[in-house]
Antibody
Framework: EVQLVQSGGDLVQPGGSLRLSCAASGFTFSINSMSWVRQAPGKGLEWVSY????????YYADSVEGRFTISRDNAKNSLYLQMSGLRAEDTAVYYC??????????WGQGTLVTVSS | DIQMTQSPSSVSASVGDRVTITCRASQDISTWLAWYQQKPGKAPKLLIT???SLKSGVPSRFSGSGSGTDFTLTISSLQPEDFATYHC??????????FGGGTKVEFK
């Protein structure tokens, strides 16, 4: 069974930093591309970042470019999102998702990031 | 950037009703469109890829159609477990996905 188990969400002050983690099992993580998607309270889904299987191709949404860093450790079957310079508008549930044939086929359970003083 | 517009933003329906949701792209995306179902407090679940291909295990009452800029998701006979929010997603500009605003299917 494919599982993506997320951790790391928290309450953080504006300007602060946080690292999200996503632990994968039940599939060959090392050959799958991955992405992060977020959902602000009561809002729609917003794509945040993408990383291919070898970390050779990485992309970010304009809204997080320069502040967020996606990475992965294939030996640990894990995906990460390092977030810095956090703003109130970054408050959201963050989901990790595997990417296959241009769709997000499996999703983590989500982790809440709240940016507030 | 490709913008995705879903309509309606919400729809009230009863069990057994036929429900149609539309998604419009700001430019031609061929059939690079997926549909997801999301229940409250849960992660989205993939339903349809390539505009009309049902993911394995998804009930056949769900169907998708369209190409270019206009797409539809149809639920032929709404079931109690189908009350949820539905999102479209374009992947023409992969890997920079764009989602529609979502359509909430509510109980009438």
């Amino acid at each position: 069974e494919v599982q993506l188990v997320q951790s790391g969400g928290d309450l953080v002050q504006p300007g602060g930093s946080l690292r999200l983690s996503c632990a994968a099992s039940g599939f060959t993580f090392s050959i799958n591309s991955m992405s992060w998607v977020r959902q602000a309270p009561g809002k729609g889904l917003e794509w945040v970042s993408y990383i291919d299987s070898t970390s050779s191709n990485i992309y970010y949404a304009d809204s997080v470019e320069g502040r967020f860093t996606i990475s992965r450790d294939n030996a640990k079957n894990s995906l990460y999102l390092q977030m810095s310079g956090l703003r109130a508008e970054d408050t959201a549930v963050y989901y990790c998702a595997s990417v296959s044939y241009r769709v997000s086929d499996y999703w983590g359970q989500g982790t809440l990031v709240t940016v507030s003083s | 950037d490709i913008q995705m517009t879903q309509s309606p933003s919400s729809v009230s329906a009863s069990v057994g009703d036929r429900v149609t949701i539309t998604c419009r792209a700001s430019q031609d995306i061929s059939t690079w469109l997926a549909w997801y179902q999301q229940k409250p407090g849960k992660a989205p679940k993939l339903l349809i890829t390539a505009a009309s291909s049902l993911k394995s295990g998804v009930p056949s009452r769900f169907s998708g159609s369209g190409s270019g800029t206009d797409f539809t998701l149809t639920i032929s006979s709404l079931q109690p477990e189908d009350f949820a929010t539905y999102h479209c997603q374009q992947s023409s500009s992969f890997p920079q996905f764009t989602f529609g605003g979502g359509t909430k299917v509510e109980f009438k």
